[in-house]
């Protein structure tokens, strides 16, 4: 069964502190990926990544950063987290050739206060 | 303007009704079309893709693609509680790598 899990399901951190979510997948995807869901937005992409030590802006990265030192795992970072952060956070992966069916985690709640 | 257009409902039905979920989309470069199914605290997953025109039937759900109206939807038949979730549908350019373009999604709701 494959299988994306994150670091932590609920995260509540203070304003300008730097916050790291983890993410990592069993499926030797090629593909990784870092959305925010909010209520009237939807999915927004933040980064994603197509292999290791690479990494493409998406939609919203403004106050975020990446890391992929290794296939499986993928980090998104909060150098200096805001309340406008607060947020559901969602990874995913994909292989390259199927990039259309991606396999999404469980979801991170950040609450920033 | 958003490049996809979803209406969020919500969407209650009784069960065993034809449910109608609807996106409607702007970019004329859109080939891939996706539906994706989230349950409550849990991440989405792919319930059917399509690309280009075209109906697509999988069971008691059916795709369909109107490229010459921008306009893609999802039937579910004899719809059950277990449908009950938010629907999103997801679209993506030949040109755009991996990225996926996402709707707002539909919440939807099946009454026993």
């Known amino acids: 069964d494959v299988k994306v899990t994150q670091s932590s399901r609920y995260l509540v951190k203070r304003t300008g502190e730097k916050v790291f979510l983890e993410c990592v997948q069993d499926?030797?995807?090629?593909?990784m990926f870092w959305y925010r869901q909010d209520p009237g937005l939807g999915l927004r992409l933040i980064y994603f990544?197509?292999?290791?030590?690479?990494?493409e802006k998406g939609d919203i990265p403004e106050g975020y950063s990446v890391s992929r030192e290794k296939k499986e795992r993928f980090s998104l970072i909060l150098e200096s987290a805001s309340t406008n952060q607060t947020s559901m956070y969602l990874c995913?992966?994909?292989?390259?050739?199927?990039?259309?069916?991606?396999?999404f985690g469980p979801g991170t709640r950040l609450t920033v206060t | 303007q958003k490049e996809v257009e979803q209406d969020p409902g919500p969407l209650s039905v009784p069960e065993g009704a034809i449910v109608s979920l609807n996106c409607t989309y702007s970019?004329?470069?859109?080939?891939?079309f996706m539906w994706y199914r989230q349950y409550s605290r849990k991440g989405p997953e792919l319930l059917m893709y399509?690309?280009?025109?075209g109906n697509k039937e999988d069971g008691r759900f059916t795709a369909q693609v109107d490229k010459s109206s921008k306009y893609i939807s999802l039937f579910i038949r004899d719809s059950q509680p277990s449908d009950s979730a938010t629907y999103l549908c997801?679209?993506?350019?030949?040109?755009?790598?991996?990225?996926?373009?996402f709707g707002e999604g539909t919440q939807l709701t099946v009454n026993p």
């Open positions: 995913a992966s994909s292989l390259w050739a199927n990039y259309y069916e991606q396999y």
């Open positions: 499926m030797d995807h090629e593909n």
């Open positions: 990544s197509y292999d290791v030590k690479m990494k």
């Open positions: 970019n004329s470069a859109f080939q891939y």
């Open positions: 399509t690309y280009s025109s």
């Open positions: 997801a679209m993506s350019a030949e040109t755009s790598g991996s990225r996926l373009t």
